[in-house]
């Protein structure tokens, strides 16, 4: 055991890296990065041995700056909401963008990890561990949150992008932090090795992939393929994932593409196309900021008896559903796709295609047409679709819509009648096959905004409410989580602007219900 003299002991990079364990590369990245508490003394790095100490055991305090040890404090990694303890929270995924593991991956219309947070201290019953379901997970906002707070948690994702960073993120708990970034060691010395020698990669860009301008520009290729050919040569499955996930987080940052909120090119919002970009660096950066909460999120986990577990069934709901026990869920929380036709297929063309996940435009097709409300450009131009659940009003409110632009076809209101029914339809799908799932007593908590299209408001949330009573569920409450959400850019763009004649209020609501 070290003697303790009461005197700080000031360690150099080669001493500091052999006391953590890490080679002494992957320290200076660290410094540099600002992920460790260290000091620049002339052109050398130094670190308090207790800063490191104290780091080690999850203080933070000292990530940016040496922490003299008599202000030093060691604490509990747990992550403070500024919101209320418990509750219905704010949604907004925004929340998210700074939050261990949740901003590993932005995801629009997600939700924030304090509006979970907050649903499972609402309905947890005595200390007991939560069977908790998404049905629609995204990135696995749920999911994390669910073991963060020791509950098994069950996952369904039908986009293969999203669906890996979800059963990435809720695996961190079994990943190697040190075997992590032993690889991004080498990561980086490839990434060196290859540009320097300027050798031809061996990775080739997608075949069916096209885009209106080049993805990327040139050089910026170059590098992209090198950085594949270490991907593809990886043969541990959660590295290989884990390097994926990232270069997908960050390769629309490199390319000539971004979102506004759909993708869309560079030159079309105004801004100037990526010619230059240090590809193997952003992909890295991405990838300490993976290694840092790796780290964090096994410290938390590790306070549980038992490491919580997750399922992820890269797969659609609303068909292997029956895959989850029946009755057996505790707890569901979600957000599916909105009634605002946001397309998050070809908005993650560029991930599926350079990912290979998908070949070819057909296997688009298949994940548009098994998705949730599939989408306008999907259902559009077929025969007029009828609606199932049993709402007069609904029905009225779509014959108004169909009646709507008829001189502009399949793009006026007979082509977003289609869409809203199928919509509506595979709600009340959803709520069938959910009520089968739960627990009696189960909660359900479902967030979802009201729409407009062609000119005509749709609340969504209450339809939702009522066609789930209809289903058989009790309808506890319909929260207003969000007096305003964004999205109007998507609600007028140009297909949609109809006849809006004032605008309409958007929000969110938290639609909470009880398995009867
Ligand atoms: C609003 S997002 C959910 C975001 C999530 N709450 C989060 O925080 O990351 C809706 C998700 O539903 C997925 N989805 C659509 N249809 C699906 C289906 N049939 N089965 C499973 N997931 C589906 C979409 O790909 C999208 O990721």
């Not at 209320?84 to 924030?112: C, K, M, Q």
């Not at 890996?164 to 980086?188: G, N, S, T, V």
């Not at 090795?193 to 910026?220: C, D, I, M, W």
């Not at 993708?263 to 991405?286: E, H, M, N, W, Y």
Request: aromatic share 10%; with cysteine; proline share 4%.
């Amino acid at each position: 055991m070290r003697e303790d003299t009461g005197i700080s002991e000031i360690l150099t990079r080669s001493e500091a890296a052999a006391f953590i364990r890490v080679s002494e590369k992957t320290l200076g990245e660290m410094a540099r990065a600002r992920r460790i508490p260290a000091q620049k003394v002339g052109r050398e790095w130094r670190f308090l041995r207790t800063a490191l100490e104290a780091w080690l055991v999850g203080d933070d305090s000292g990530r940016m700056k040496a922490v003299p040890p008599d202000e030093m404090t060691i604490a509990e990694p747990v992550e403070q909401y500024s919101l209320p303890l418990s509750g219905f929270r704010d949604t907004a995924f925004s929340e998210n963008h700074d939050r261990t593991l949740h901003r590993w991956v932005p995801w629009i219309a997600g939700f924030s990890g304090s509006f979970v947070a907050g649903v499972l201290e609402e309905v947890r019953r005595g200390g007991r561990r939560l069977r908790v379901l998404d049905p629609f997970a995204g990135v696995g906002t749920t999911l994390i949150e669910a073991l963060k707070h020791g509950d098994e948690a069950i996952g369904f994702e039908i986009n293969p992008y999203a669906a890996l960073a979800c059963k990435a993120k809720a695996r961190a708990a079994h990943f190697d932090a040190e075997m992590l970034a032993a690889m991004l060691d080498r990561f980086e010395e490839y990434g060196e090795e290859k540009l320097s020698l300027n050798e031809r990669a061996e990775s080739v860009p997608p075949k069916g992939f096209a885009s209106r301008v080049p993805f990327f520009s040139p050089t910026v290729e170059r590098q992209v393929l090198a950085c594949q050919d270490f991907i593809e040569q990886e043969t541990t499955d959660w590295v290989k994932d884990l390097f994926q996930v990232a270069f997908g987080a960050v390769m629309v940052s490199f390319s000539n593409y971004s979102y506004e909120p759909s993708l869309g090119t560079r030159a079309g919002a105004g801004k100037p196309d990526i010619d230059q970009a240090d590809v193997f660096s952003i992909v890295k950066r991405k990838l300490w900021e993976m290694h840092e909460d790796i780290g964090i999120f096994q410290r938390w986990t590790a306070k549980h008896k038992r490491t919580p577990r997750a399922r992820v069934y890269p797969l659609s709901y609303l068909d292997h559903a029956r895959r989850v026990k029946s009755h057996s869920i505790d707890v569901l929380i979600t957000s599916p796709p909105y009634l605002n036709n946001y397309h998050y297929v070809r908005n993650t063309r560029p991930h599926l295609f350079w990912l290979g996940m998908v070949q070819s435009s057909s296997d688009l097709k298949t994940i548009e047409h098994k998705s949730f409300g599939q989408f306008w450009q999907t259902v559009r131009a077929g025969p007029e679709v009828t609606l199932r659940p049993n709402l007069p009003h609904l029905v009225e409110c779509l014959e108004e819509l169909r009646a709507r632009n008829m001189e502009k076809g399949v793009y006026g209101g007979r082509g977003w009648a289609n869409y809203a029914a199928v919509y509506f339809n595979d709600c009340q799908r959803f709520c069938a096959l959910t009520k089968e799932r739960m627990r009696p007593d189960g909660t359900v908590v479902v967030v979802i905004g009201n729409n407009i299209l062609q000119g005509i408001e749709f609340q969504t949330d209450k339809l939702f409410a009522e066609i789930a009573e209809q289903e058989g569920f009790d309808i506890v409450a319909l929260h207003e989580v969000r007096k305003k959400r964004t999205g109007n850019s998507i609600v007028n763009s140009s297909v949609r602007r109809g006849t809006v004649k004032q605008r309409t209020r958007l929000y969110e609501t938290a639609v909470e219900l009880r398995a009867a």
